[in-house]
């Protein structure tokens, strides 16, 4: 039973340019949610799909925006980027049901020179 | 609006010695807590949840945590640590399905 699934696992970019990351969630689940973990600080919310639509978003500028496909995977952008968007970003998926665990990927780490 | 405390950055052990990892939670309404572990260079790993019920919740690895109402805490237990225990853990809280994370408690267990 493959988990969630993020692409790719490390990624160099400069100040000012964009870039996509990607999520495929754990099987059976429909519910994507990205997290941005900054070194030494738990994880933040950016965002969460359900049915390609943008359901809760956390405190992020609009240059984080997302997308949710038929399948349920699901894509991160981030334009512009700023030194500060150095991270650690985090996919995890769940169910629609008010408790229901989430299950994380092991993230993509962004580094912005 | 929530919040989440983990009192400790960090808590060293030594192997087969009991462990706390302290977690505080503020918020107005309901909420179900968690708690993940993070290895080197990997995801969260859900170690156990409160929903309802019991409010003794046992865990993955021989984790377990009590919620308390009252003190509005949930703190993390084990009875005996091993090496393999050393991680970031991470208290979190939800009124729905947006997770709020505390900072993170690194538990550091010595031979």
């Known amino acids: 039973d493959a988990g969630v699934t993020q692409s790719p696992t490390h990624l160099i970019k400069t100040r000012g340019q964009q870039v996509t990351l990607r999520c495929s969630p754990k099987?059976?689940?429909?519910?994507v949610s990205w997290y941005q973990q900054a070194l030494g600080q738990g994880p933040q919310f950016i965002f969460q799909y359900y049915e390609e639509e943008e359901r809760q978003r956390g405190n992020f500028p609009d240059r984080f925006s997302g997308h949710q496909f038929p399948n349920y995977s699901s894509e991160l952008n981030v334009n512009a980027l700023l030194l500060g968007d150095s991270a650690l970003y985090l996919c995890?998926?769940?169910?629609?049901?008010?408790?229901?665990?989430?299950?994380f990927g092991n993230g993509t780490r962004l580094t912005v020179t | 609006a929530q919040s989440v405390t983990q009192l400790d950055s960090q808590v060293p052990v030594f192997e087969e010695a009991p462990v706390e990892l302290r977690c505080n939670y503020s918020s107005s309404v309901s909420v179900y807590l968690f708690w993940y572990v993070q290895y080197p260079n990997q995801g969260l790993q859900l170690l156990l949840k409160y929903l309802s019920g019991s409010t003794l919740v046992k865990g993955i690895n021989g984790f377990e945590a009590e919620f308390n109402k009252s003190q509005t805490s949930f703190h993390l237990r084990k009875p005996s640590v091993h090496i393999s225990d050393t991680a970031e853990y991470f208290c979190?809280?939800?009124?729905?399905?947006?997770?709020?994370f505390g900072t993170g408690t690194r538990l550091q267990v010595f031979p």
């Open positions: 099987s059976g689940h429909d519910t």
């Open positions: 995890a998926s769940t169910y629609p049901k008010q408790g229901s665990p989430l299950h």
């Open positions: 979190a809280v939800t009124p729905t399905d947006k997770l709020i």
